[in-house]
């Protein structure tokens, strides 16, 4: 803790030579890591790949020849099983940076929020929290996922005073506390309690605060307007879908949470909450960020 505010932007955790690689060849290395880490798998297959990072045939196809190019999977035909091909990461070209948890609050934007979405440093700073307090568009299943020991607590089930408390008393012993949100859907929700642990005037000094992000969908949204065309994505989260759709046209969305829209317009990303009623002179493609009740 220190007399003054820290807030350290602190990005998932990639490794180094995977920082320049396009969001859909990370995404097939953060599968791949936790199949073979987590789930002691040796080989993973094509269709495995498909269903686990929701990339289309073409996409995954794409990402998978980078890392192949770049010595960061290895491939393996497997004549028992028709003939199929199986990957799996070589880990003599990965290096992973060191991830620390030290005292603090840890608020953690899950992003997609699915598992193969997960990374390293959200993976580890749930293992270490004593407490994990979960917004309700997060489910339990993904703290859990983890095997992580914290006490996990429904946000709203506290006021922001409450939540103050417990973050001070946790953190004042050595320990570390995680507030697990989706910011497209829950910066409003969390806002007032970040504030209370901000505002809180300790003889100690303030609380200190770090961001941890997963895969946002705004990452797909502008690695699919990057590319130009026409095209869509799906994600499941337990009961919620997020749908990622590049297209020229103004989309019926029907009933949803929540959405956003993308543009790249003269050099300016722009990002909009969907406004069905609200038109503009913007003729280009445009991504839009859907949130709907499965």
């Known amino acids: 803790m220190v007399g003054e505010r820290e807030y350290s932007e602190e990005s998932e955790e990639i490794t180094n030579v995977t920082e320049e690689l396009p969001l859909s060849a990370r995404l097939v290395v953060n599968y791949l890591e936790f199949e073979h880490l987590i789930n002691n798998k040796s080989y993973v297959a094509f269709k495995e790949i498909i269903d686990g990072t929701g990339l289309s045939v073409r996409t995954a196809r794409n990402a998978i020849n980078i890392l192949r190019k770049r010595g960061l999977i290895d491939v393996f035909l497997d004549v028992k099983e028709r003939r199929r091909y199986m990957y799996r990461l070589n880990f003599k070209n990965l290096t992973h940076d060191r991830v620390d948890v030290t005292p603090g609050l840890y608020i953690i934007d899950v992003g997609l929020g699915t598992l193969p979405s997960m990374t390293f440093r959200i993976y580890r700073t749930l293992r270490a929290s004593a407490v994990a307090f979960y917004t309700d568009s997060v489910p339990t299943s993904y703290l859990e996922f983890t095997k992580c020991t914290c006490a996990m607590q429904r946000l709203v089930n506290y006021e922001p005073q409450g939540f103050e408390e417990i ?4 953190v004042s012993n050595g320990g570390s506390v995680a507030l697990v949100m989706d910011s497209l859907l829950d910066s409003d929700v969390v806002r007032p309690y970040i504030n209370a642990v901000y505002e809180a005037d300790h003889e100690n000094g303030r609380i200190m605060m770090y961001r941890v992000f997963g ?3 705004i990452q797909v949204a502008l690695e699919l307007l990057m590319l130009g065309r026409e095209d869509k994505v799906s994600y499941r989260r337990d009961s919620i879908v997020i749908r990622v759709i590049t297209t020229k046209e103004k989309p019926q969305l029907g009933d949803y949470i929540k959405a956003y829209v993308l543009t790249f317009n003269e050099g300016n990303l722009i990002l909009k ?8 002179d913007f003729n280009g493609l445009r991504a839009y960020i859907i949130y709907t009740r499965y």
Request: charged fraction near 20%.
């Open 215 to 217: 895969v946002s969908p």
């Open 273 to 280: 909450a969907y406004d069905a009623n609200r038109g503009d």
């Open 167 to 170: 973050v001070h008393t946790v």
